[in-house]
């Protein structure tokens, strides 16, 4: 069928729409503080939303249903495992963010362990962050290359600076005001997704679940306990913990967003309710590739790659109106992610390196040098986009096995920080080195699946700084 000019006005609308509510927020910020955590004056429930969108990118919203489309449910089983986490972050970690006026998670590292371990997390950071948006980032040239028939390169520059303009401008606070609004975008054009969907199968839900259900698509739990299956009850519960402990409880990204609330409590709030909401959404997801599989009933090759399904789908089966607004709300979701990581990219540059290196530097020339940090991140993720154009698989494992590399070293020194007082700071890096090699280990060298990756250099991490304080005091 294709989009029509219906379609392409809605598509328009939105980027234009988002923009400019994204740039209502450039005047509320006279300060680092302002900037990068909103003047702690966000409520929990815009956290809470925001966080979900952070952690929701076009991976998702495309990969994930060609992942239910290839196997089943039973992808669930980590997302219950990120629930599980969000508690151990609240009781373990939050406690800790709010002793203090806190900017970005590793000056906690300072404060417990002194400056070299601070630098050395949080340039961790920076590098696995960066790496890993750009794979997100090129998600979206799938969707645009396959809505508009645009080059792949030229979607990812739209996107790229679209989202810049109001990050650029409006800081946190217009990176979490317009997460609220792209989050009910991208989640109500899924629903209108699946009712349509839902009629255009025949038989509708009836014959969907018979078809799913005889060739075992609705499969949500899978208690086999072998350690090579990435999606078993243990590797989806266990790893999901410690995934989540780590990327919510240790990455900037969504640290920066905890620390914006008005008090712990509402942080802990902010952060328990986005759990619920994300058991909900990736349901959604995945319910919508195993009814894709029910209408289409060809092997997912015949796509291309599984990512292609879904927009595919959209732009060719979709009635005028309906897909336009499925692509709008992609779009949504792809702009939402990247904003957050522009920001939390910069927080950290500048607050972790710049600030505590320059000292006496004003107000005023911190303020010019984030939004230069700001637009030169957007360049290298785009520059990142552009490379990762012809990865192929999944693109949403791919974005978490390369944030799995880098988890499980700083979960394991943030572990070593609040639960011990004998670690110090040379010991904690030597375990940080261990850690960190063993995950790179695992990713080029076994077939060991991701889902345990952060559990492994985590206990490694601990294990060995642990050791290494008792041997190498400071």
């Known amino acids: 069928m294709g989009l029509g000019k219906l379609d392409l006005a809605i598509i328009a609308l939105y980027l234009v729409g988002i923009t400019l509510f994204g740039l209502r927020f450039r005047k509320r910020h006279r300060s680092l503080r302002d900037y990068f955590l909103a003047g702690r004056d966000i409520p929990w429930w815009a956290i809470a939303l925001s966080i979900v969108a952070a952690e929701t990118s076009t991976l998702t919203i495309i990969s994930i249903p060609g992942l239910a489309y290839d196997t089943n449910l039973t992808f669930l089983q980590v997302v219950m495992g990120y629930v599980v986490g969000r508690f151990v972050i609240s009781f373990v970690l939050l406690p800790h963010y709010f002793r ?14 002194g400056r070299g371990l601070r630098s050395l997390t949080a340039g961790l950071f920076l590098l696995t962050r960066t790496a890993a948006e750009g794979v997100r980032v090129y998600a979206v040239s799938i969707v645009v290359a396959i809505a508009l028939g645009t080059g792949e390169v030229s979607s990812i520059a739209i996107i790229t600076i679209l989202t810049l303009i109001y990050t650029f401008e409006g800081g946190l606070a217009a990176v979490i005001w317009t997460d609220v609004v792209q989050t009910v975008i991208y989640v109500s054009g899924t629903l209108v997704g699946l009712w349509t969907i839902l009629h255009l199968v025949p038989g509708g839900w009836s014959a969907i679940h018979a078809a799913a259900a005889s060739a075992g698509k609705l499969q949500v739990f899978d208690f086999t306990p072998n350690l090579w299956i990435p999606y078993t009850f243990w590797a989806g519960v266990i790893g999901g913990t410690f995934f989540i402990t780590a990327s919510h409880g240790t990455d900037q990204l969504i640290v920066q967003r905890l620390l914006a609330a008005r008090s712990r409590k509402q942080s802990v709030t902010a952060l ?19 009814m894709l599989w029910a209408y289409y009933r060809v092997p997912s090759a015949a796509f291309g790659k599984p990512d292609r399904i879904y927009p595919t789908f959209i732009v060719k089966q979709m009635p005028h109106g309906i897909s336009g607004l499925l692509i709008a709300a992609i779009l949504a979701a792809a702009m939402s992610n990247l904003s957050a990581a522009l920001n939390s990219l910069s927080s950290s540059a500048i607050m972790d390196f710049y600030v505590r290196l320059r ?9 010019r040098l984030s939004r230069l940090a700001t637009f030169s991140f957007a360049i290298v993720l785009f520059s990142l986009a552009v490379f ?22 700083l979960l394991g020194v943030f572990l070593l920080g609040v ?14 080195l261990f850690g ?13 699946p991701w ?6 250099g985590t206990i490694v991490t601990f294990g060995v700084g642990y050791a290494a304080s008792s041997v190498t005091p400071e």
């Open 100 to 113: 203090g006026d806190l900017y970005t998670a590793y000056e906690l590292i300072e404060r417990r362990f």
């Open 272 to 290: 328990l309710s986005s759990g619920i909401a994300i058991l909900f959404q990736f349901a959604l997801f995945l319910m919508v590739g195993v």
């Open 359 to 367: 000292p006496q530097a004003g107000e005023q020339k911190r303020m």
């Open 388 to 409: 990762s154009l012809h990865k192929a698989g999944r693109v949403v494992e791919v974005g978490l096995q390369i944030a799995s590399v880098a988890y499980g070293a």
């Open 419 to 432: 639960l011990t007082k004998r670690a110090n700071q040379r010991g904690a890096m030597v375990g940080m």
């Open 436 to 448: 960190f090699s063993m995950d790179l280990y695992l990713w080029h060298w076994t077939h060991v």
């Open 451 to 456: 889902t345990w990756w952060v559990m492994i």
